[in-house]
């Protein structure tokens, strides 16, 4: 009876942990290549970047650069859009700006520092003294 309950709770706690983040992770990604639109910004599995011109079921049509060139892509193989990313780098300036502030206090620290050992050294009179003979 007690291996029976250690089972299911091992299959409890696999489904809760790995099964259900994954499918909900696949929903997200299915609903988001499905709401694709002409004009939105967005980056591929293998990296390319581009502005979407033309939206078929299956497939989807990018430009990647000024020079209009245009790449045919199926929709499995966007990864992200450009709302996405702009979120995750608004995330990223947020983590910065909190590492930042006391890397710059230290900077000031490390500043006055010196300053305070250094007044001391330039009073002090050379040892050799040119009108003693």
Known sequence: MESMLLMVAMVAVFYFLVIRPENKRKKQAEAMR????????????GGMVGKIVQVNDATIVFETSEDRVR???????????????QAAV?????????EEAPAAEEKAETVEEPAAVEA?????????DPEIK
Request: net charge positive; no cysteine.
């Open 120 to 128: 001391p050294a330039a009073e002090e009179k050379p040892s050799y």
């Open 71 to 85: 790449i045919e892509v199926t929709k499995w193989a966007i990864q992200s859009t450009g709302a996405m990313e």
């Open 34 to 45: 499905s709401s694709l639109k002409k004009g939105d910004r967005v980056t591929t599995i």
């Open 90 to 98: 608004q995330k990223g300036k947020k983590a910065e700006k909190t």
